[in-house]
């Protein structure tokens, strides 16, 4: 079935669509689902739907009205809550470490650069269990001028070589190189963060992609918010306390982060050299961001 309606909504696409942020729930088969976006394509309506337990996302045919979410205890609900706690840095808020076990991320921001980090990609299922979890926070820009690329790792998911979960690092991804973090980024005065999620949300959808519930603020630069906004949009922000370029050092419960994009190859080169020297230790990145325990 979601094969089915992912593929209508796609065929829908060349004809218009609304495609919204919503919030209430569902009952299907006796089970509550979190509902945070309508799509309508020609009549055709759609939700997209959020396991509460597992945290998987899906689209299903809106055949019945939402209602008020009882289930607010549930996992996703308790990590919502979670990511947007106070202190608000400027830098790197939201869930950045957990309890065990290592989570693997790459970003994929605009790049002026050809190609992608493929090494890095190939080295992961060639050396670790298959499917390896992985999350890409990606972005419009990126996917639009490296689109060979962008297949690629589609193509690898297909086979059962990457466990793909697909994040939200915004489509546009503006950014000053001489302004203060302060102005820049998601901070920038020309931003619209909701246009800034959607059209990220709309390009994946496009390109045949389910977009999960985990967002990454380009450059981890936020305020409370754009932190905040981004909860009401049924969004978790997704920080990292071992971001390899900065020299970071992974330990059990990390969030790594490397860019999949060429622009930080240094981070790509030491962690490729680390996994070499201590492959016991990078065994465990068998978690991927829907699995783990969570710790703020």
């Not at 991320?105 to 080295?123: A, Q, V, W």
């Not at 009401?232 to 969030?255: C, P, Q, R, Y």
Request: hydrophobic share 35%; net charge positive; proline share 4%.
């Amino acid at each position: 079935m979601k094969k089915v309606l992912l593929l209508t909504v796609l065929v829908s696409l060349a004809f218009g669509f609304s495609y919204k942020p919503i919030s209430g729930c569902i009952n299907l088969k006796g089970k509550e689902y979190v509902v945070i976006r309508s799509l309508i394509n020609s009549n055709k309506k759609y939700y997209l739907i959020v396991n509460e337990e597992s945290l998987n996302t899906n689209f299903t045919s809106q055949e019945q009205n939402l209602s008020r979410c009882t289930n607010l205890n549930s996992r996703y609900f308790k990590l919502l809550n979670r990511s947007i706690e106070p202190p608000f840095p400027l830098q790197n808020d939201g869930i950045t470490h957990f309890s065990s076990g290592i989570v693997l991320t790459t970003d994929l921001c605009p790049s002026s650069k050809n190609g992608f980090e493929d090494r890095l990609y190939n080295y992961l299922f060639t050396k670790l269990q298959n499917p390896v979890p992985i999350t890409l926070f990606i972005t419009k820009r990126w996917i639009q001028k490296h689109q060979i690329a962008f297949n690629q790792l589609k193509q690898w998911q297909k086979e059962g070589k990457l466990d793909i979960t697909w994040g939200n690092h915004t489509a546009y991804h503006i950014y000053h190189p001489k302004l203060k973090f302060s102005n820049n980024f998601v901070l920038s005065k020309e931003e619209n963060l909701p246009k800034d999620i959607l059209d990220l949300e709309i390009e994946l959808i496009k390109n045949g992609i389910t977009p999960s519930i985990f967002f990454r603020f380009p450059g981890l630069v936020s305020n409370k918010k754009a932190i905040e906004m981004v909860k009401s949009f049924g969004l978790i922000t997704i920080g990292s306390n071992a971001w390899i370029a900065k020299g970071e050092d992974v330990k059990s419960g990390s969030i790594i982060l490397l860019h999949g994009n060429k622009n930080e190859p240094k981070g790509v080169d030491i962690f490729l050299k680390n996994m070499e020297n201590n492959r016991t230790f990078f065994d465990i990145i068998s978690k991927n961001l829907k699995d783990i325990k969570w710790q703020k």
